[in-house]
């Protein structure tokens, strides 16, 4: 069965392994600073947030999202990262993160729940065209 719910600071190492994970996925390694940051902040559940889930109690999903404000609408709920632990794929916990994510923000009157992935991402993009409207945009980024 999978449950939906906070990190409990008794999850940082099972987070830290996904979190790992979702940016070795992408090709980066995060520096232990940085890490610390992300923890820091989503425990204090302020500034940045996260939902985790379980499969027979064990963490192999993490969502982490925040909320910002929008030029034409109520704030915006900006999912950034999703990440489901590779050996509890396709059991829908990617699903049910979404799911709490915009539970979450329906709760806190976001007019909408967004996010971005890589066009080549079919694996995620299939669950996603399930789930929510792709309406065409595409980003562009400046790193500074
Ligand atoms: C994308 C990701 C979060 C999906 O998580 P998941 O827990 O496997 O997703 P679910 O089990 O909820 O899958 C739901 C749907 O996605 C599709 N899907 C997911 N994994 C699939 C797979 N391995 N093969 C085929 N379809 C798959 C299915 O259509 C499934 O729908 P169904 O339940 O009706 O069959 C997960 O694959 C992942 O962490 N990928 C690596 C990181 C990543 O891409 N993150 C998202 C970046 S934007």
Redesign the pocket.
Known sequence: MITLGPLLPADRAAWEELFVG?NA?YGRELPPLLLDRAWREFQRDVRMHALGARHDGRLV?IAHFLVHASTTAPDVCYLQ????APD?????????LIGGVVEWARERECSRVY????ES?D??R??YD?VAENRGFISYVVPL
């Not at 990262?81 to 489901?84: E, G, M, R, S």
């Not at 996010?115 to 890589?118: E, G, L, N, P, V």
């Open positions: 979702y996925f999903g990262d999703l990440f489901t509890a794929r396709g059991l829908g916990v990617g699903r049910a996010w971005h992935t890589q991402n694996t995620a299939r669950l399930q």
